[in-house]
C-alpha cells in the first residue's frame, strides 16, 4: 500500500502558537497560579488531554475562573464583552488570539464605528464566529447560505468578512451576492492561508489517490471542511478519524494508494501514528 500525505496538513501557524505560549506557561508557573483556558484550548482532545495532564484548567464561563489567576486565551478568540469580564477578575491575561482573527476584530470594530452594517460569512455557532461578532456589538449578520442573505435588508454601507476556516468558493458565491445588498459595500477575504493551502492540498490529494483519510477532531470546523472537500472528489472513500486506532483497516486494504490530510490543530504524532498503520497495512 502506498501511502501520500497532503503537501499542507496538520497544526497551522496559530495554533501552533497558542500551544507554545500554553506549555512555556505551564512550564514556567513561578508564582504557581492556577493557568486556565475558557474553553478547550484548540478542537483536538489529545491535545488538550496532554495540556491537562501538565496542569491547564479549561472553564467553560468566566464565573468558573478564580481570581489570581492566569486565563489563556485560545486562537480562536474572545468577544469584547467575555474579555472584558476576564479583565474584572483580578487575573494575568495571555492573549493566544490568532493574529488572522485578531485582524477581522479590528476590522469589524473600525468599520462598525463607521457606521457600516457588519456582515460575516461563517456558521453562527463557531467560537470564532461568535468571538467577531462580539467586537461590532453582536450586531452582525451571519450567513452562510443564499438564503441567509436574501433576509438581510438594502443598507448604505456593508463590511464583509469572512470566518478563517471557510471555503474559498463559497465566500466568493455569497460576498458576490452581498453586492446587491448595499450602496457601498467593502468586502476583506479574510479566510487564512493556512486554510487555503489545507483545503487546496486536500482537493488534488483526493483527485490523485484511490481513498482519503482525515485526521482531526470532530469538532474541529476547519477538518469538517477537509473532510467536504475530499468527499466531493471521492464520495465513497473519504474517512474520518481523530485517531489510528479508529482506521476502518478492513475497508482500507482494498485500497492501493492512500491519502492523508489533517486539521490545523492535529498534532504530527497523530499523523504519524496513522501512516505508521497505514503502511503495515496488506492489500487485499
Ligand atoms: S486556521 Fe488560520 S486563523 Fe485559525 S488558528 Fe490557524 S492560522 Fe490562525
Known sequence: MK???????GFCFGVERAIKIAFDKLNDNISKKNIYTLGPLIHNQQVVDKL?????KVADAPDDIEGNSVVIIRSHGVSKDIYDLINEKNVDIIDATCPFVKKIQ?????????GYTIVIIGNSDHPEVM?????CDNQAYIVKTEEDIEKIPFVQKLCVVVQTTMPTGLYYKLS???????????????ICSATMDRQESARNLAKNVDAVVVIGGYHSSNTQKLVDICKNEKPDATFHIEIAKELPVDVLKNYEVIGITAGA????WIIDEVIERLSDLPIS
Open 265 to 268: 490543530s492535529t498534532p504530527k
Open 3 to 9: 501511502v501520500i500525505v497532503a503537501d499542507h496538513s
Open 176 to 190: 458576490d451576492m452581498l453586492e446587491k445588498k448595499a450602496e457601498q459595500v467593502i468586502k476583506f477575504n479574510t
Open 106 to 114: 479590528n476590522t469589524v470594530k473600525k468599520y462598525k464605528a463607521k
Open 52 to 56: 491537562q495532564n501538565a496542569g491547564l
Open 131 to 135: 468571538g467577531i461578532n462580539g467586537w
